[in-house]
């Protein structure tokens, strides 16, 4: 008996007509299209090729209808898995939206030693107590911390400067230990500080309890002290002694940075990254100024328009890009969770670029004074007077905080993919919501992305990094390893 | 198509067969950022009026950019509508093994 059918029963399914599978498309360039497909695999093609596809006459025996079969585009009498497989990558980028909240955000302090200038949270000053976070506050915080159904918990400390108070750090880190103890859930710690009062004392309980320390470098020393001000000038040497302390105690790679894009660091991309491969890190997180805080007070947010920082961010990602050609392994953090979102089947848990959005949904923020928002931008928003996304108090229940219109009515209003203009977008499920933004710079949840700076500035990059990949191989392969990591 | 530029404005006269008023819509929304659209039933037409926002909004070149947008979006109507059953049916297998649908 053969072990095979004959060749026949393999070609039955060829030369019928193809059906095609849900997809959309939008101009990658003035000759190419992008096709995406509802797992947000994608695939580009010339425009009258592409064209020729959607309205059904691709010739069978092409290389771009094999590719287009694989990819989930289209479907033949010879692909009875595909929508299988489909349904399968479909599910697995959803499965985050089943765990809910993991990231609990405590704001322990408003105060702050440094008087930044474009501070999204509107910092108080250092002798101010009352904008200090209460035990009390903490521990019905914590209570609400363990009602998430999510296996994964992760509480952040921010601030202000959070090590300001480090007295209400420690305690809560202490108790949520202590209830994890039944709980059993996996539970992670970050304090994000500015690390320029960082003592022994706090890294060694850092040490015991493996609190990930995530800093503040905002590029060369002279960048660096211009953007970030404090008594004595010298914020960069205190975050580089600190990133050096921080490792020393912990181990290298539980610091991490973050650096915030200025008027004054547009024309230095390269001399930013070069300190972050000074500092021994393994990329850099290219961050325009948000709409929050002072940076609107002071006109920081305004210096500099989505162009500039676009061109600004190509520099910084080119030059990175020619740098790992010459076998240095460091990447642009905001490239590769998008690039996770285009070749492989999982989303990173990035607020901005959820969908629906991120907010509760991704993270929940207990502020110094006990109010709860939707995320962290919801609390700056809060700081300038707009309590739109404030869902309640530590007090509240927690099924009254997640059922409040203040968080139901904007997720449910911004999903993208029943918003206008991103419902027909094929760069939709690489992109996020933003509610937020679009309420603070537009006055509703939803925003037309005709004139949204958010819209803009993703649009670029999701196309700049596919015509990367298109134009070169080994810019590809670089790619699925930041993908991958 | 048809076009006409009346002062500082654009006209641009569309079948109606040809195209789902809801594609104009949408193609019309798109380019909010540069012009105010006024759309007009006129016997077998629509006329789409483009008013630019700024004195030295570029004009002529929306008009080749709106003709295309016009298109793009009717096609994306049809496709959407010729893989709803599909999408659907993805949607449903997908989510019908989580805890999502309760």
Redesign the interface.
């Known amino acids: 008996m053969n072990k095979f059918a004959p060749l026949d029963a393999y070609q039955a399914g060829r030369g019928a007509a193809y059906?095609?599978?849900?997809?959309?498309?939008i101009d990658l360039d003035a000759e190419r299209i992008v096709l995406t497909n509802?797992a947000g695999e994608f695939y580009v093609m010339p425009r009258e090729a592409g064209r020729n596809f959607?309205e059904h006459r691709l010739d069978q025996d092409s290389r771009d209808y094999d590719e287009l079969k694989a990819r989930h585009f289209l479907?033949d009498g010879d692909s009875s898995v595909a929508?299988?497989l489909?349904?399968?990558k479909?599910?697995t980028k959803?499965?985050r939206?089943?765990n809910f909240t993991g990231l609990h955000l405590f704001v322990v302090t408003l105060r702050c030693e440094h008087s930044c200038p474009y501070c999204q949270v509107s910092r108080q000053n250092d002798d101010k107590r009352e904008f200090d976070m209460t035990v009390e506050t903490a521990n019905r915080a914590i209570d609400l911390v363990f009602r998430s159904p999510s296996p994964h918990i992760k509480i952040e400390f921010q601030g202000g400067e959070p090590l300001l108070n480090f007295d209400l750090i420690r305690h809560i880190v202490l108790r949520a230990e202590d209830r994890n103890l039944t709980e059993k859930r996996n539970l992670d710690f970050v304090i994000a500080t500015n690390l320029a009062v960082v003592t022994d004392e706090i890294l060694a309980f850092c040490r015991e309890y493996k609190i990930h320390i995530s800093t503040s470098l905002d590029g060369p020393e002279d960048l660096h002290n211009r953007n970030r001000p404090r008594p004595g000038g010298n914020s960069h040497q205190k975050a580089v002694e600190g990133i050096d302390r921080v490792r020393a105690a912990l181990g290298r790679d539980e610091v991490s940075a973050v650096m915030t894009t200025t008027r004054a660091s547009l024309s230095r991309a390269r001399n930013i990254v070069d300190e972050y491969i000074a500092r021994d890190f393994h990329g850099i997180f290219l961050r325009p100024l948000s709409p929050y805080g002072f940076a609107v007070k002071t006109k920081w947010f305004a210096a500099y328009d989505v162009d500039a920082w676009l061109d600004f961010y190509f520099e910084g990602l080119d030059y990175i890009i020619e740098l790992n050609r010459h076998g240095l392994n460091f990447m642009e953090f905001y490239a590769s969770m998008i690039l996770t979102k285009m070749l492989t089947p999982f989303q990173p848990g990035y607020v901005d670029l959820m969908s629906p959005a991120g907010i509760g949904i991704g993270a929940l923020l207990y502020n110094y004074d006990g109010s709860v928002f939707a995320s962290d931008e919801s609390r700056m928003l809060a700081e300038m007077g707009d309590q739109t996304f404030k869902l309640g108090h530590v007090g509240d229940s927690y099924e009254a905080l997640i059922g409040a219109d203040a968080l139901l009515d904007p997720l449910e209003v911004s999903f993208a993919a029943s918003a206008?203009?991103c419902a027909?977008c094929a760069f939709e499920s690489y992109c996020g919501a933003e509610p937020v933004y679009h309420h603070a710079t537009q006055g509703d949840a939803v925003g037309?992305k005709?004139?949204s700076g958010f819209c803009r500035r993703n649009m670029a990059i999701f196309r700049g990094l596919i015509s990367r990949m298109e134009a070169d191989p080994e810019i590809r392969r670089i790619f699925l390893r930041w993908a991958n990591r | 198509m048809e076009t006409g530029s009346p002062a500082n404005s654009l006209t641009v006269s569309l079948a109606k067969d040809l195209y789902e008023l809801e594609a104009v819509k949408?193609a019309a929304?798109?380019?909010?950022?540069?012009a105010a659209a006024t759309l007009e039933p006129s016997g077998d037409r629509l006329v789409c009026t483009f008013t630019p926002l700024s004195a030295n909004g570029d004009m002529a070149s929306l008009e080749g950019r709106f003709r295309n947008e016009v298109i793009?979006?009717d096609?994306?109507?049809r496709?959407?509508r010729?893989?709803e059953s599909?999408?659907n049916?993805?949607?449903a297998?997908?989510?019908s093994?989580?805890?999502?649908s309760g």
């Open positions: 059906q095609l599978l849900p997809l959309q498309f509802l959607l479907t929508l299988d489909l349904a399968l479909v599910r959803f499965d939206l089943a206008p203009q027909s037309h005709a004139f | 949408l929304y798109r380019f909010a950022n540069e793009d979006q096609l994306r109507r496709i959407a010729e893989t599909t999408r049916l993805i949607l297998m997908a989510f093994k989580t805890g999502l």
